[in-house]
């Protein structure tokens, strides 16, 4: 970025994220408290993501509340649209007693929480896989030291809601709660809810066959990598060798892509495979993936713990590994944490999945995921939604209850 661009973005950053959204939302907390409002703030994506709406749907179900939904779309949406979508937020929040976050921003992580409201953050992966926040600054994916500190990512949040015991340490250090540790609660993740519920997973093979007909009589391969670069210009990696997967498993599979949610760029599928490899990224949800597929190969992707519910095999096509390391980084050792085959070539990866498949449950790969899904998702058992509004919104909650007349 040219010097005086790069002075002008710096300066831009510190009048909004200091001044201008600080003031705007201040000013607008001089309003009363409205006890029965509750925000959801969305910063990508144009419409509620899964936990989002687990608790949304629960919510609306069972109480009165008003509940309100903003969706900023950064990096998706013009400058102009963005912020009319910020300030619209920030107004919002200002009078709203519970607020609800999934995810960073330096847009609200230094909002002031008013007395009386309360803030929630359903982070929106599992585990503890690739670092982020505090845990990346000063590598290449992260912030500066001085403006991580300068430009907070987290607010005051009551409760962050996490897979298991097991990684409480993790977002304690990522969103820099080392004075409130007490916020990270295992209380289980409202998106693997959806994977305890049989009419959810049989509506799923039900879309998948309507979706992508070739599925049909055959196994799902299922391609689920994480984004490269900055999430700006967020891009599919386009390592994986479709026409040797075609080769090895045509015959007996169909395969799926998932790009992840903020990527511009996608993985392109040549004409010649397009019977065999299908990308479903708008056409089946995250959770509908996870429950039809027989196989899924990923890289460093967080799916991987909820896709451990169900038990299956995993692949893990790293053929980026040291650099990935060296930019971001791990919470735990890499080859160690994987409880799948870790492939650096495609030759690798395909004879790797032919392995699996041949006889997956005498495999160490089968002993390994039931420990990896013991040790990560324990606190995922299909109820994590009420807990979470029940700890949350504490016995207020009783007060919202809706009456049967």
């Not at 430009?151 to 996490?162: C, E, F, S």
């Not at 045509?250 to 760029?265: G, S």
């Not at 060296?326 to 999945?353: H, K, M, Q, S, W």
């Amino acid at each position: 970025m040219p010097a005086i661009k790069l002075v002008c973005h710096k300066l831009f950053r510190f009048c909004t994220r200091k001044i201008v959204f600080p003031l705007y939302y201040n000013l607008n907390t001089l309003k009363p408290l409205k006890e029965n409002k509750v925000v959801f703030v969305e910063l990508r994506l144009p419409e509620l993501s899964n936990s989002f709406t687990e608790i949304y749907d629960y919510l609306t179900r069972g109480y009165n509340l008003e509940l309100r939904t903003h969706f900023i779309k950064h990096g998706f949406d013009s400058n102009l649209s963005k912020y009319k979508s910020i300030f619209a937020f920030l107004k919002d929040a200002a009078t709203a007693k519970y607020i609800i976050y999934n995810e960073a921003s330096d847009i609200y992580g230094g909002m002031r929480k008013r007395k009386g409201a309360h803030m929630l953050c359903t982070w929106h992966g599992c585990g503890a896989f690739k670092k982020f926040g505090l845990s990346t600054k000063d590598k290449g994916f992260g912030d500066s030291g001085i403006e991580a500190r300068l430009y907070p990512g987290h607010p005051d949040y009551d409760i962050v809601t996490v897979s298991s015991p097991e990684v409480t340490w993790a977002y304690i250090e990522a969103m820099g709660k080392e004075s409130r540790k007490d916020c990270i609660k295992p209380t289980g993740v409202s998106r693997t809810d959806a994977f305890y519920r049989k009419e959810f997973i049989d509506k799923a093979y039900d879309k998948l066959k309507k979706e992508v007909p070739k599925s049909a009589g055959k196994k799902v391969m299922l391609y689920a990598p994480t984004f490269r670069g900055e999430t700006k210009t967020a891009r599919t990696p386009e390592e994986l060798d479709i026409g040797m997967m075609y080769e090895r498993f045509a015959n007996e599979y169909v395969l799926l892509i998932k790009n992840h949610p903020i990527v511009h760029n996608k993985l392109m599928i040549p004409d010649e495979y397009k019977d065999f490899a299908f990308d479903v990224s708008k056409l089946l949800t995250t959770e509908e993936v996870i429950c039809v597929a027989d196989i899924c190969i990923s890289d460093y992707s967080s799916l991987i713990y909820e896709y451990s519910i169900f038990e299956r095999p995993m692949a893990f096509f790293a053929f980026d590994l040291d650099d990935y390391f060296d930019n971001r980084g791990f919470y735990y050792d890499y080859d160690e944490l994987t409880p799948g085959p870790v492939c650096r070539t495609n030759e690798e990866l395909a004879d790797a999945i032919t392995d699996l498949m041949t006889d997956f449950e005498k495999s160490k790969y089968k002993e390994k995921i039931r420990g990896f899904r013991e040790k990560f998702m324990c606190s995922c058992d299909g109820h994590a939604t009420e807990r979470i509004v029940h700890e949350f919104f504490g016995n207020d909650i009783e007060k919202y209850k809706r009456r049967n007349k």
